[in-house]
């Protein structure tokens, strides 16, 4: 077991070796519905404690970390850079107000690379506003029972644990009193429906499960019971929000790089001109380059910006997950354009990263809601209610 990275960089070039030596070549296999098991045991091996405090055994990192290792895995593979990025963002909830068996139970087998989280949030009722949940949460003698049911979740099936926000079953219980609680992957009740068969991510195992008088123990419940709207905003939204934007970000600059390296390799015969040599197509190249770049400046810096606090975090995060999903999806679109008819018919990466991208969009907190919480940040409007 390699020993916690220790900065920024360092994190960066682990998650490189696995993306090059594992993520990429595999991705095509990923790519035809299968959870990417060798590349997930390796990063949980080398980078599982990304976001762990140091007390806890892990690297102590945060979103600069995260927006660095996604970027790094999606370029290789976006479903991998999914796998992982929900992997911390889960970690990282737990680690927000941990009880000292939680560290013992979870967190320190997190940094030690033997326990694989994620988070179980979406629920078919409510949709993109994941922060509704109905999945009920009954107080028991001596512990809690978990029922309801969840939509999509990233390492369905494959992760020990699960971080599942419950709402609380009286009610008398005002409005936001809800609670998240984890569940461990073997709890008698927890089950787990179809298979992952979306248009894209389609390595993810993104499945729905069914919770049945699932029976948690007093100290699942994470923070205090009605906490639950606080970790949404200070720990769920920034660390998905990072996670999200690193891997699409990925996504956009792998579709760039397919696009100069065909253009690079196109010579007409007739001509015996390289595609290289045209100007309406370094231009084209040119614009999306710039894209590419001016979207990265914002995802570092909002990373950069919560990290210290700063006072544009919010509106910084926000808009960096939306303009990450404006640009992977027109970078890649407008590079199937430049790889011509030759990349259309021979189903290159770029394929994948169409259907990969679209999931970017779709993803909750969605691009509308996420540029309309942009708005009321800078107008000092409550992002909840109308
Ligand atoms: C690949 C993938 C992986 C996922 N992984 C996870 C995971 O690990 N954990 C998890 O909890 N969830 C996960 N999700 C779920 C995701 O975050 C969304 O919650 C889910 O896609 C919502 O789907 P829906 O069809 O129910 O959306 P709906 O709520 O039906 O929304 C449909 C459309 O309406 C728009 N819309 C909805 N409400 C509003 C509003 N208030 N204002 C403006 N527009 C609105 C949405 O933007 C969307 O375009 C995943 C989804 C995908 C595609």
Redesign the pocket.
């Known amino acids: 077991m390699p020993a916690p990275v220790a900065s920024v960089p360092e994190a960066v070039a682990r998650a490189r070796e696995v993306a090059v030596e594992i993520a990429a070549p595999q991705a095509e296999v990923t790519d035809s519905g299968v959870w990417p098991e060798q590349a997930m045991r390796a990063l949980q091996a080398s980078l599982g404690g990304l976001v762990v405090p140091r007390e806890d055994g892990g690297a102590g990192l945060g979103l600069r970390a995260l927006a660095g290792v996604c970027e790094t895995l999606g370029e290789a593979c976006a479903s991998t850079a999914?796998c992982f990025g929900?992997h911390n963002v889960a970690t990282a909830v737990i680690a927000a107000k941990p009880t000292e068996r939680q560290r013992k139970e979870f967190l320190e087998p997190i940094a030690a690379g033997e326990h694989l989280t994620?988070?179980?949030?979406?629920?078919?009722g409510?949709?993109?506003?994941?922060w509704l949940p109905q999945t009920r949460l009954t107080s028991e003698a001596d512990g809690w029972l978990v029922n309801g049911e969840?939509?999509?979740?990233?390492?369905?099936s494959r992760a020990d644990s699960y971080v599942v926000?419950t709402v609380a079953a009286d009610p008398e219980t005002p409005a936001g009193e809800f609670s998240n609680v984890v569940v461990w992957q073997d709890s008698p009740g927890l089950s787990w429906h179809g298979s992952?068969d979306?248009i894209?991510?389609r390595g993810?195992s993104?499945l729905a499960a069914r919770l049945t008088d699932v029976a948690v123990g007093a100290d699942a419940l994470l923070g205090a019971p009605g906490d639950q709207i606080w970790y949404v905003f200070e720990v769920v939204a920034p660390y998905f929000l990072t996670a999200m934007a690193g891997t699409y970000l990925g996504v956009a600059q792998a579709a760039l790089n397919e696009a100069v390296e065909h253009i690079k390799q196109r010579r007409h015969s007739h001509t015996g001109r390289s595609l290289a040599s045209e100007p309406v197509l370094q231009h084209r190249l040119g614009v999306l380059w710039s894209q590419v770049q001016s979207t990265r400046r914002l995802v570092h810096w909002a990373a950069e910006e919560a990290d210290s606090g700063g006072p544009d975090a919010l509106p910084a995060l926000t808009s960096a997950k939306a303009q990450v999903a404006d640009t992977a999806v027109s970078v890649v679109n407008e590079a199937m354009t430049l790889v011509g008819g030759i990349g259309y018919r021979d189903r290159i990466p770029l394929e994948r990263h169409l259907r990969d991208a679209r999931?970017a969009?779709?993803?909750?907190?969605?691009?509308?809601?996420l540029r309309?919480w942009t708005g009321r940040a800078l107008l000092d409007v409550p992002l909840l209610g109308t």
């Open positions: 999914l929900m994620t988070l179980a949030l979406s629920e078919p409510t949709g993109a506003e994941f969840k939509s999509f979740v990233t390492n369905g926000s992952w979306g894209g991510m993810n993104s999931a969009h779709v993803m909750s907190p969605t691009t509308d809601v309309m």
